[in-house]
T-cell receptor, first 112, second 114 residues
Framework: QQPVQSPQAVILREGEDAVINCSSS?????VHWYRQKHGEAPVFLMI?????EQKGHEKISASFNEKKQQSSLYLTASQLSYSGTYFC?????????????FGEGTQLTVNP | DTGVSQDPRHKITKRGQNVTFRCDPI?????LYWYRQTLGQGPEFLTY????????KSRLLSDRFSAERPKGSFSTLEIQRTEQGDSAMYLC????????????FGSGTRLTVV
């Protein structure tokens, strides 16, 4: 089943923060986060493997609550280059990470 | 590292025709995936190879779709008797071994069935 992302869209001014949430009805083995710009391929941001794990990548970080089957992506001090659609991809335990099920995406727009 | 290459970038075909797409993964990656993406949606899983073995195939995939990965290198995705509903971006991704490794996607093949 497809994970649910929220919000569907968010508009920021440069320098503002945002949180994107990803929720699954299934037990999860891992959560991936990707960013896709218009007309381009999705680009890998980070992967979270353990419950409660938090990882960081420049000013973008993420957390994974295995018990709640939820992950959140945190974008701080946003830059114009952060604009794009963010997808979470989840791997369920039974497939042991062999494939991802992606959410519908969150469209992020950062304005000057 | 030349990335994941897909060919062609665009394909326009008439309904009922067969089409074949090619994907060249990153050479040291043993895992290869095919996904389909329509406008405003996330990528949808089609099939997965580990080396030359096709280990998983989506139940949503009709028997008009077939994929191969001979010798565990490049892969092809064939769609027979195309339908208008097959119009989409077809993405290939490869992945190396290790628990902390993500997908590297190719630029995709955009299929338009007219």
């Amino acid at each position: 089943q497809q994970p649910v992302q929220s919000p569907q869209a968010v508009i920021l001014r440069e320098g503002e923060d945002a949180v994107i949430n990803c929720s699954s009805s299934k037990a999860l083995y891992s959560v991936h986060w990707y960013r896709q710009k218009h007309g381009e391929a999705p680009v890998f941001l980070m992967i979270l493997l353990k419950g409660g794990e938090q990882k960081g990548h420049e000013k973008i970080s993420a957390s994974f609550n295995e018990k709640k089957q939820q992950s959140s992506l945190y974008l701080t001090a946003s830059q114009l280059s952060y604009s794009g659609t963010y997808f979470c991809g989840t791997a369920a335990r039974e497939t042991s990470g062999s494939r991802l099920t992606f959410g519908e995406g969150t469209q992020l727009t950062v304005n000057p | 590292d030349t990335g994941v290459s897909q060919d062609p970038r665009h394909k326009i075909t008439k309904r009922g025709q067969n089409v074949t797409f090619r994907c060249d993964p990153i050479s040291e990656h043993n895992r290869l995936y095919w996904y389909r993406q329509t406008l405003g949606q996330g990528p949808e899983f089609l099939t997965y190879f580990q080396n030359e073995a096709q280990l998983e195939k989506s139940r949503l995939l009709s028997d008009r779709f077939s994929a191969e990965r001979p010798k565990g290198s490049f892969s092809t995705l064939e769609i027979q008797r195309t339908e208008q509903g097959d119009s989409a971006m077809y993405l290939c991704a490869s992945r190396g071994t290790g628990p902390g490794v993500g997908y590297t996607f190719g630029s995709g093949t955009r299929l338009t069935v007219v």
